[in-house]
């Protein structure tokens, strides 16, 4: 089990994120207190937000401290370690010939620094050998020692490997010498306890092990150093300008802040202290030096993948290389199958990696957020080998999948598990924003308004079983659903299986968070429900690749064209062949079959997460799944707070989009929207927007969808136009293509032939 739980880690439900070392997950704390300040500054302005929130900020220094065992005096915040070290380096009083010892762990910025400093100001630059070990060799330290010097510095772990370095003992003996010892923490700070006694200058970073924002970091200045440091470029924050040109330096460490900063990072960095500092940095480094021993065991046992980790490696990081495959590729490899990582290249640790013959490594590190099942996912993941981007006419796979959504993803695994060979396509990286799959949650339901559908929604709950079984993860979580419309409507509603009227009186004991006025009725279905969506489509990649599936995301199909040998499939990458093409493009459809493109209508539909003082209120069993339609406005639709989210609201209808164009940002005005109708049907919502998302329905004549073949290409298939109602039947139709695909029959999908969709 992960040592907090995933649920309070919105990104680990969607990919194994295996990048601590690059940027952490943030925690759901997090991520709200960063837009509950940046909501405050939208409505009151930002200086008087800052004033508002001063004792949360004043407490962030404090919290920096007692993480590396100093005051608050003594800390400055600051945008980066980068940052850091540049105001920490900048305020020496460096002269020509002075001398910087440097460690070859050091970082590329920070060489990169020292090289302009070389060339400016005359400095000495003298890289430190390293011992059989990795580290830095002390004897030798010790003897560089005897002659003056400026500065030692060091990285207490570098970027390019899991070495540690022995701080203390260097602390020591730059100490005894009396010169200053400056320590990038970067990738220390949160995995490894760190205590700044006897170091002059530490730098480091909030967006890793520490899971804070991004455009966060920190600086710690001893006050006996401080006294030899004059910042060249003093700022209102850290200065006062007393009279004439008299300045005064601030008493502490903020005489190197400045008095622009993101005040809603900072306090997100606050957040991110705290908890690493209840859950304990020892506590953290046993956890994840546990989990990633793992993983470094498991990749040493792996035919020709080569661990690349000093001897004097260790922590939450580990560096490898597969023999057969440039380390860049590797990455992109496994992040098609949904393992996050990153390539180390030399030019980002010369002194480091070129010493010990490495053009690159691939890194992975882990968090608290992470279990043996990502460590599983990755060594499954690296143990494949794709296909060559260009497949020869002589060279076909059986079926080729276009799109990597819901329906496309379920056509692929169904396919793969039946013994088929599948080349799966999608034109952008996992994880992308710009279809309809993405986000948390999705809504299910048995009510429906025509019997016709009544044998697809049973085939929907039995396939999301199926699914649920094969991921060994509960994706389907029942609640009960309301679905209400004005009493006095004359069209026909919602009915189906087990679905039973109900008037607004009744309405609120079934549901207490969802308030409707006399003049609705409602149709309740206990058989409605949650679909983890996030879960689902993490789920249904890894077990296509389990399977055998030649996932290739970031590939764009350009065009295709059949015959009686089969499919050949055009790609910026060359040419495919197979026996059957099954084409799931969601709103790229219209582009790929031009018999559809007129039926077709791209709209923008945008989500929200609202608040609530009272999150039971707004969770089951107190408010499921539901809908409302409201006169003059449209049908709001909404969930429950769910699985560590906020309870999400929208409209199913929106304007014409361009799927060509970025997806955009919810505006304010939308927002506003949505929280109108949020405050007048869910009274213990009572928040503020804490998250929104925008998404494409791809919209047809009667909201119904296209699934089958293409008349006059039979070895075409196509699931398109689910009209904002398709998520739900994702694994049912990709059991059905993936029939249809091999020869089979199923006669219950022509209502939805392509030829009946207009």
Known sequence: MPLTSRDATPGARYARHLNAAGAALPSETVLGTVIEHLRLEARIGGYEAAEAARERSERVYELAARLIGAEAEDIA?????TVAWHRAIDAMPLRPGDRILAAASSYVSSALHLFELRRSRGIEVEVLPCAADGTVDLSFLAEALRRPAALVTVAHVPTSSALIEPVAEIAALAGAARVPLLLDATQSLGQLPLDVAGIDLVVG??????????????????PRMRERLHPPHPDVRGATWQSGDAVELAAGARRF?????AHALRLGLGAALQETLTLGVDTIGRYTAGLAGRLRAALGEMPGVRLTDP???????VTFVRDDEKPAETVRRLRAAGVHLVAVPAHHGRWDLERRGLDAVVRASVHVYNDDSDVDALVTALGRRSAPAFVSSAARTDVIVVGAGVHGSSTAWQLAQRGASVVQLDRFPDGHTEGSSHGHIRMIRRAYPNPIWDDLVDRAYLAWAELSAAAGERLLITTGGLYARPAVSTTPGLRGPGCIP??????AEIFPGLRLGDEFGAIYDPAAGVLDAAAAMRSLRELGLAHGVDRRTGCRVEGWSADGEGVTVRTADGLLRADRLVITAGPWTGALVPELADLLRVVRIVNIHIGASDPAAVS???LGPFSVEVPGVGLLYGLPAFDGSAVKIGLDHGPADDPERPQTPVTAAEAATLLGLARRFLPAANGDVVDSVACRYTMAPRNRFAVGALAGTPQVLVAAACSGHGFKFGPAIGAGLADLALGKQRPDLDFLSPGELG
């Open 257 to 261: 802040e400045t008095w622009e900063n």
């Open 502 to 507: 109900v008037d607004a009186a009744r309405a």
């Open 77 to 81: 915040l600051t945008e980066s370690a």
């Open 205 to 222: 970073t909030g967006r890793k092990f520490l899971r804070g924002p991004r455009g966060t970091g920190l600086l710690y200045v001893s």
């Open 620 to 622: 089951a069993p107190a």
């Open 311 to 317: 001897p004097a490696g260790g922590g939450a990081i």
